[in-house]
């Protein structure tokens, strides 16, 4: 217990520590702004035209207020914005994440919203099914309007499939299990080819030189997994937790989970996946798709446009696998906008806020082409600029239509979950440590939720 004490306390400093460097250079000049500007920060550069846009026609609709947007990217976006928090200059508006704000609401950073929303009867049966819900924090309080969301599947090279002799009907039905995998391990058997040209389903295939992977994976998963193992666990009849989304008590040495990412593992063993090294030498996941390294790669319906760059490929979307429990299931994630709790510009902010969460700000959004809007009424909008963009996302919709779909996991120590499982998880698929090691990660992390409960 002393251990985990130390190593949370030495999190915390190391967060402090972090944000410190950043302290001259992140100011949002409040007090040179007037009652009516909003900063607004967002970190994903290829939104910024879209809300650009949407700070034009909502600044026309309310001349007494303007929005003034600053984009960074992932990883400083956080160390500045907890920045912000300890120098009392973070942005009056900013893009949330089911993963953070958990924290956030519980250091009293961000700004319940729940008298703003009743006082101007904001309809919440607008957005997509659950993503309402899931801006509510553990205390019953609301963080946040949706503005977009996002689920998981397969991007494939195309070309690659069609040498394989594997069809679409093939990719659109896969089914898994943890013990062989079932169709789904047998097609990336037969995607993955060694270097003298021999498929993994053929005599003589050499896993020792493979030229292409049948699947490519970005990272070890951690504790959430989203883009890597997530839907296997699912599938297999696993639940990160009690009390989902708000983890009470975690399940990470479950046996369900276990054989799933022993099975999972075991693709590199058998040569049909790289080695843990090899996906972290450097290169991304789809750099390393688009130079045709690999078959095809899972990955969240936010990355549409990354692949969509890759010119070098020609790329297709293809559903998750059915498991043992007998259908598909997907993580639903999404974004929202929150308010500083710190914010001297509250009315403005709470406008901002509710105009993005409209259907005007999202029908913006949807013509964009970028991100599915949370709004469910502007998808026809999406889907017909992903369509025009060459993209049939059916794929990422079907688990939402279908209510086959789970949450982002979430808890006020994510921060302390993530920085158990994450060593936990890169050990046993570096073949450090087996998977049953993970039964010891998740003690670790229970106990750090029996302490801060």
Same mark, same amino acid.
């Given at each position: 217990?002393?251990?985990?004490?130390?190593?949370?306390?030495?999190?915390?400093?190391?967060?402090?520590?972090?944000?410190?460097?950043?302290?001259?250079?992140?100011?949002?000049?409040?007090?040179?702004?007037?009652?009516?500007?909003?900063?607004?920060?967002?970190?994903?550069?290829?939104?910024?035209?879209?809300?650009?846009?949407?700070?034009?026609?909502?600044?026309?609709?309310?001349?007494?207020?303007?929005?003034?947007?600053?984009?960074?990217?992932?990883?400083?976006?956080?160390?500045?914005?907890?920045?912000?928090?300890?120098?009392?200059?973070?942005?009056?508006?900013?893009?949330?994440?089911?993963?953070?704000?958990?924290?956030?609401?519980?250091?009293?950073?961000?700004?319940?919203?729940?008298?703003?929303?009743?006082?101007?009867?904001?309809?919440?049966?607008?957005?997509?099914?659950?993503?309402?819900?899931?801006?509510?924090?553990?205390?019953?309080?609301?963080?946040?309007?949706?503005?977009?969301?996002?689920?998981?599947?397969?991007?494939?090279?195309?070309?690659?499939?069609?040498?394989?002799?594997?069809?679409?009907?093939?990719?659109?039905?896969?089914?898994?299990?943890?013990?062989?995998?079932?169709?789904?391990?047998?097609?990336?058997?037969?995607?993955?080819?060694?270097?003298?040209?021999?498929?993994?389903?053929?005599?003589?295939?050499?896993?020792?030189?493979?030229?292409?992977?049948?699947?490519?994976?970005?990272?070890?998963?951690?504790?959430?997994?989203?883009?890597?193992?997530?839907?296997?666990?699912?599938?297999?009849?696993?639940?990160?937790?009690?009390?989902?989304?708000?983890?009470?008590?975690?399940?990470?040495?479950?046996?369900?989970?276990?054989?799933?990412?022993?099975?999972?593992?075991?693709?590199?063993?058998?040569?049909?996946?790289?080695?843990? +090294?090899? !996906? %972290? @030498? /450097?290169? #991304? =996941? &789809?750099?390393?798709?688009?130079?045709?390294?690999? *078959?095809?790669?899972?990955?969240?319906?936010?990355?549409?446009?990354?692949?969509?760059?890759?010119?070098?490929?020609?790329?297709?979307?293809?559903?998750?696998?059915?498991?043992?429990?007998?259908?598909?299931?997907?993580?639903?994630?999404?974004?929202?906008?929150?308010?500083?709790?710190?914010?001297?510009?509250?009315?403005?902010?709470?406008?901002?806020?509710?105009?993005?969460?409209?259907?005007?700000?999202?029908?913006?959004?949807?013509?964009?082409?970028?991100?599915?809007?949370?709004?469910?009424?502007?998808?026809?909008?999406?889907?017909? +600029?992903? !369509? %025009? @963009? /060459?993209? #049939? =996302? &059916?794929?990422?919709?079907?688990?939402?239509?279908? *209510?086959?779909?789970?949450?982002?996991?979430?808890?006020?120590?994510?921060?302390?979950?993530?920085?158990?499982?994450?060593?936990?998880?890169?050990?046993?698929?570096?073949?450090?440590?087996?998977?049953?090691?993970?039964?010891?990660?998740?003690?670790?992390?229970?106990?750090?939720?029996?302490?801060?409960?």
């Amino acid at each position: 217990m002393n251990s985990l004490m130390s190593r949370r306390n030495l999190l915390k400093a190391g967060l402090a520590a972090l944000a410190v460097p950043s302290l001259a250079a992140c100011n949002n000049g409040a007090a040179a702004r007037g009652p009516g500007e909003v900063i607004y920060w967002l970190w994903d550069s290829a939104q910024l035209p879209m809300y650009t846009e949407c700070a034009k026609v909502f600044h026309e609709q309310n001349p007494q207020y303007t929005v003034t947007i600053e984009q960074y990217g992932w990883n400083d976006y956080w160390s500045k914005l907890v920045t912000g928090f300890i120098s009392d200059t973070a942005p009056d508006v900013f893009t949330g994440h089911s993963s953070k704000y958990p924290l956030f609401a519980d250091k009293g950073q961000v700004l319940p919203i729940d008298d703003y929303v009743a006082k101007d009867n904001v309809d919440l049966s607008i957005y997509q099914k659950g993503l309402a819900d899931r801006w509510i924090g553990a205390d019953g309080k609301r963080y946040g309007l949706p503005k977009d969301w996002d689920t998981e599947v397969y991007f494939y090279n195309s070309a690659f499939t069609e040498a394989a002799g594997i069809s679409t009907d093939q990719l659109n039905s896969m089914t898994w299990n943890p013990q062989d995998g079932g169709t789904f391990e047998q097609i990336v058997r037969r995607l993955t080819v060694d270097a003298k040209g021999r498929r993994g389903d053929q005599p003589g295939f050499d896993k020792e030189n493979v030229k292409v992977y049948g699947l490519g994976y970005a990272d070890a998963g951690g504790g959430d997994g989203q883009t890597s193992w997530s839907w296997y666990a699912a599938i297999n009849g696993w639940k990160y937790s009690q009390g989902e989304p708000w983890g009470t008590k975690f399940f990470y040495g479950d046996p369900k989970f276990t054989e799933t990412i022993g099975w999972w593992r075991g693709l590199i063993t058998k040569g049909l996946m790289p080695t843990y +090294a090899q !996906a %972290k @030498s /450097g290169v #991304d =996941v &789809t750099t390393s798709f688009g130079a045709g390294k690999y *078959g095809m790669t899972p990955n969240g319906s936010w990355m549409l446009g990354t692949y969509g760059q890759l010119k070098q490929v020609k790329t297709k979307l293809a559903r998750l696998p059915i498991g043992p429990i007998g259908k598909r299931m997907s993580m639903m994630n999404g974004l929202a906008d929150t308010i500083w709790a710190g914010t001297k510009r509250r009315d403005a902010s709470w406008a901002w806020v509710k105009f993005l969460g409209s259907q005007t700000a999202q029908d913006i959004v949807a013509e964009a082409g970028v991100v599915f809007p949370a709004v469910a009424a502007s998808m026809p909008a999406a889907k017909a +600029a992903f !369509a %025009k @963009s /060459g993209w #049939d =996302v &059916t794929p990422f919709l079907e688990p939402v239509e279908a *209510g086959d779909v789970f949450p982002y996991p979430a808890n006020p120590n994510a921060a302390d979950v993530t920085a158990v499982m994450t060593p936990a998880m890169e050990s046993v698929m570096s073949f450090e440590a087996e998977p049953s090691s993970l039964a010891k990660a998740n003690d670790d992390v229970n106990k750090i939720l029996a302490v801060n409960t």
